[in-house]
Structure formats: C-alpha cells, structure tokens
C-alpha cells in the first residue's frame, strides 16, 4: 500500500490508521494547512454502514467525516471540528406560530370584510369580525402546518437533527404569511434520508389541500368576474383539473369563472407555496430532490429554473423575479450530504420522480394577474 504520511500532526499520526480500521484501506493521506485530512482509498464495508461508526470514531478526534466517490475508490473528508447537537427549542416556533396565526385571521378576516362592502375600521369597532377569517386560516395553517410536520416527522424518523417548524408571519399580504420552515442542524446522512424528508413535506400538505381544495371548488359559485380591479388566481394543470371535475367546464371561460370561497381560496394558497418549495434548485424541497436523483448535476437544473424565473418575470409575472433573488441568495448548488456513496433504492427513485411530476403538475407560470 502506497501512503502519503502527514507531518506535523501527532494526533492524527497516531490514531487515524486506527479510526478507519475495518471501514477503509487508505491509500494516500494528506493533511491541508486549514487542518482538514483527505484520505482516498476503498472500502472495507457497504456504503450504508460505513459512515456512522467512521462518523462516531473521527469525533473522538474532533473531526466530522465526508465521503464520497473517488475514480476507483472513495475520498474521506475530515473538517475540523464537531457538530454540536442542539436542544430541541419551542418558545420562538411557539411565538411565532400565532403570530402567523393572527396575521392569516386579519387578512381572512379583511377578504371578507371587503367582500361585504366594510372596512378595516369595522374589525377595529367590532373585533368580534376576526371570527370570520377562520375558515381561511385554518385552511392555510392546516396545509403548512401539516407541510412541515411532514418534514419533521419523517426527519426524527431517519435520525436527522431538525427543528421544530418557524411559521412567517406577513401581515401586509394577500396570505398573511411566507409560509414555513424546518431547520435541518446539520447536511444529511445520505441521499435516501435527502429524498425521504424532501418529499414528505409536500406530499403531506397536499393530502390536505387537495380535499380542501374540492371541498372548497364544491361549496364555491360560478359567476361572471365583478366589476373594477380584481385578482386573478393562477391555473396549474392540477388546479384547472379540479375546477373541471367539480364545474364540468374549464374555466375561466372568456369573464366567467369560479368566485372562491375562503376554503377553496385558502387551498389555493396552498397550492402555489406547495408549488414554490418544489422548485428543483437551492436548498428547497425540490433542490433537495433533484441533488437526491441527480447528485451534481442538479446544479445546471438550478441554472436552468433561474433562468425560467427570469423569463417569466421579464414578461409579466413580476412574482418570479422575487425567486431569482431569492435562489441566488441561498445558491443554486446544494451542499453534499455526509455519506455521499449510498445510491438510491428504486423505490426512492419513483418517489423522487413522484416529487418531480408534483412541480410540473402544480406549476403557474403567473401566480396571480390584476385584472383592471
């Protein structure tokens, strides 16, 4: 065996042969100025049940490990450093949850108001008014709540450190909300556990929506649009299907069109974030997915999706304009997991493909138009 000895490290030139003993046979060993040790060699075990006892071993050092292929072998990563485990906090998710909570009940609440002719002032006289947000509310909280649980649950399921959701308040908006987000506390083991947690949320959340949706469609009228500005709600091909399923018709048809009722507008709602959090770039859901299938390559498809925002938002869809910033700002590249070697089951690969099929169904090339 050919090995390349580090200097000036006695830590690691006594123990490193040790921690990999049984895991992997090096065949060179270089240690970077910033401290971070590459080994390249191959393995003595299957890919799924190196990292964690390699993982255990390397903290014992002080170092958490990467790994991933190399040519004919794999390349073990080891960075300075141990990722501390954090207690699993409530009070900000706790505080914010019903802030959101508030923020929704107001602009349900004011949807309702402005439809019968009244104004905020009525909700400040009689805030007995905010009652009549709730069906929106629970509508919209019962999707994203139901979204992130998805994520969660299936996070502690697999072992991988998460936080407890932290809902958005926004109160000066059509939603009342940006929606939700779980904390991941650390990258993932491997690409099973990335694919699993990324489609659970979305999924879960339209197990929900989807009902509320025909309900809502179902409990809704179809009626000339009204006079004097309006907006007009996206079609995905889901979204049309349900109206044709419910109406018969497809709509709109020329100024006729379903008036949504707050149920049906609230699942709505549900639909477009579902849709946003399944974009295949960055470190969203669909980011997630598309680095699961595609390992690298996904950045291109990032790329690629950018590029499509910016089309859209250049020709009149100013909503996706906010996404190109927003994708830039977290970074079309999604960072690699701990254990980069485990392929994908074909059952994982039919789930990524699921979760892939969903954004395409789901997918408004303009979200909402000001109908003048």
């Known amino acids: 065996m ?3 000895q580090i200097n000036d490290h006695p830590v690691v030139d006594d123990h490193i042969l040790p921690v990999m003993a049984g895991l992997i046979e090096p065949q060179a060993i270089n240690r970077q100025p910033n401290g971070t040790i590459v080994v390249r060699g191959r393995l003595l075990t299957s890919a799924e049940r190196v990292y964690r006892p390699l993982r255990a ?3 014992t050092l002080g170092y958490t490990p990467f790994i991933r292929p190399h040519a004919d072998g794999v390349e ?11 207690p699993l906090r409530w009070r900000l998710n706790l505080v914010l949850f019903i802030a959101t909570v508030l923020s929704v009940l107001l602009i349900g609440a004011l949807n309702e108001i ?14 007995r008014l905010l ?25 502690r399921l697999r072992g991988a450190p998460a936080s407890l959701p932290y809902f958005i308040p926004m109160p000066l908006s059509l939603t009342g909300t940006m929606g939700a987000v779980i904390v991941q506390r650390e990258p993932f083991e491997d690409r099973r556990t990335l694919l699993e947690v990324a489609v659970a949320g979305p999924l879960a959340g339209l197990a929900v929506a989807i009902p509320l949706l025909f309900y809502g469609l179902a409990t809704s009228t179809v009626a000339p649009a009204p006079d004097g500005p309006y907006y007009l709600e996206g079609n995905s091909l889901l979204y049309a299907a349900a109206k044709y399923l419910v109406f018969g018709q497809w709509l709109p ?10 149920v049906a507008w609230g699942a709505w709602i549900g639909l477009l974030v579902t849709m946003f959090n399944l974009l295949p770039a960055g470190q969203l859901d669909g ?8 390992g690298k390559r996904a950045e291109w498809l990032a790329y690629a999706i950018m590029l499509l925002c910016l089309g859209l938002g250049l020709t009149g869809a100013t909503t996706w304009l906010i996404w190109v910033l927003l994708i830039g700002l977290m970074g079309p590249r999604h960072p690699p997991p701990f254990n980069d ?4 089951r074909p059952a994982h690969i039919v789930l990524g493909v699921v979760g892939l099929i969903t954004f395409v169904l789901l997918f408004m090339p303009e979200p909402l138009r000001l109908i003048q």
């Open 131 to 155: 009652g009549l947000g709730i069906p929106f509310t629970a509508t919209v909280i019962g999707i994203l709540a139901t979204h992130e649980m998805g994520h969660y649950v299936v996070s």
């Open 287 to 294: 980011g997630h997915i598309a680095y699961a299938l595609f």
């Open 253 to 262: 048809n020329g100024r006729v069109d379903v008036q949504l009722n707050p």
């Open 2 to 4: 050919s090995l390349e």
């Open 341 to 344: 070697l485990v392929k994908l």
């Open 57 to 59: 071993r390397f903290e």
């Open 114 to 127: 402005g439809a019968a002719g009244l104004e905020l002032s009525a909700v400040l006289r009689d805030p």
């Open 76 to 86: 073990l990563i080891a960075a300075p450093g141990v990722i501390e485990r954090q």
